[in-house]
C-alpha cells in the first residue's frame, strides 16, 4: 500500500529535523573538541613556560633559527637534535646546577638571560640545545673535579663569583664581545672592571670577542686561557670545549 503524499511530507520533514539535529550534535562535538585541543595546548605552552619544559624549548629554537634571529645559530648543524638526546642533556645540565660549591672549585657561568627576541625566559635554549655543557659536566665528574654552576642575571652577581677566592677557574658562557659578556638585554659586564679580582687557573671566554677592547685576561691574570678574536658560531664553541676537555695537563682547581 503506498503511502500518501501527506506521510510522505511527515516522514521527509522527521528525516531532515533528525539530520539537522545530528549535524547540530555533531557541530557541538566538534566545537567542544576544538576548544579542549586549544585549551590543552594553550595549558602545554603554559607550563612549558612556568616549568621550562624541553621539548618547547626545541620547537622555539628551531622557529628562531629558521627565522634567522638567532644569527650564526642558524646555520649549526646542531638542528635539529632529537628529543631524547634534548631532555637527557637538559636534565643533566638541570641536576648539575643543584650542586653547591664546596671547596675550590670550577665556576661555570651561564651569563645568557639575553637572547634575540623576546624569548628570555627560555634561557635553557641556549644551555641544553647549542652547546656541549654536558660534555663540560661529564669531563669534570669523571675526573672528580669540584665544579658549580651559575645562571647569572646581572653583572654585580657575575662579578661577586669571579671575584669569589674559591673559584679556581672561570668558564664564561653566552653572548658578548671581547670586553665583556651580557647578562640581560640592558646591561654588561665589562671586563675592565675586574681589576683585582684573584688570579684563575684557567680561563674560557666562550663567547663571541668581536669589537675591539682587551679580553677578561688583560685584568684577571691566569696560567691558561680559552680566547678567541673574532665571532663564534656554536660549532665553534664547541670546538673549544672538546679542545679544553681533551687537554690532560690542565688543573681546574
Excluded at 55 to 82: C, D, M
Excluded at 218 to 241: A, L, Q, R
Aim: contains cysteine.
Amino acid at each position: 500500500m503506498e503511502l500518501s503524499n501527506k506521510r510522505k511530507l511527515v516522514i521527509i520533514f522527521i528525516a531532515v529535523l533528525v539530520l539537522i539535529l545530528l549535524i547540530g550534535v555533531l557541530n557541538t562535538i566538534l566545537i567542544l573538541l576544538f576548544i579542549f585541543l586549544l585549551t590543552f595546548i594553550i595549558l602545554v605552552f603554559y607550563l612549558a613556560y612556568r616549568l621550562s619544559i624541553p621539548i618547547i624549548g626545541e620547537i622555539l629554537i628551531i622557529i628562531v633559527s629558521i627565522k634567522g634571529y638567532a644569527g650564526n645559530y642558524k646555520n649549526t648543524n646542531h638542528l635539529p637534535v632529537s628529543p631524547l638526546d634534548f631532555f637527557h642533556r637538559y636534565q643533566k645540565i638541570k641536576k648539575a646546577k643543584n650542586k653547591k660549591p664546596r671547596g675550590n672549585f670550577v665556576a661555570i657561568i651561564l651569563a645568557n638571560k639575553y637572547f634575540p627576541g623576546k624569548i628570555e625566559k627560555w634561557t635553557y635554549i641556549l644551555e641544553t640545545y647549542l652547546l656541549n655543557i654536558d660534555k663540560i659536566i661529564d669531563y669534570f665528574e669523571d675526573k672528580q673535579i669540584r665544579y658549580a654552576i651559575f645562571e647569572c642575571k646581572t653583572a654585580r652577581e657575575t662579578k661577586k663569583i669571579i671575584f669569589n677566592k674559591m673559584a679556581k677557574s672561570i668558564i664564561l658562557i653566552g653572548h658578548g664581545h671581547k670586553h665583556g659578556i651580557g647578562t640581560s638585554k640592558k646591561e654588561m659586564l665589562y671586563y675592565c672592571t675586574l681589576k683585582g679580582a684573584p688570579q684563575k687557573k684557567i680561563i674560557a671566554q666562550f663567547h663571541c670577542n668581536h669589537f675591539k677592547g682587551s679580553p677578561i685576561t688583560d685584568y684577571v691574570k691566569c696560567k691558561k686561557s680559552f680566547i678567541t678574536n673574532d665571532k663564534m658560531n656554536t660549532d665553534e664553541i664547541n670546538e673549544m670545549i672538546d679542545k679544553m676537555i681533551k687537554n690532560k695537563t690542565l688543573k681546574f682547581v
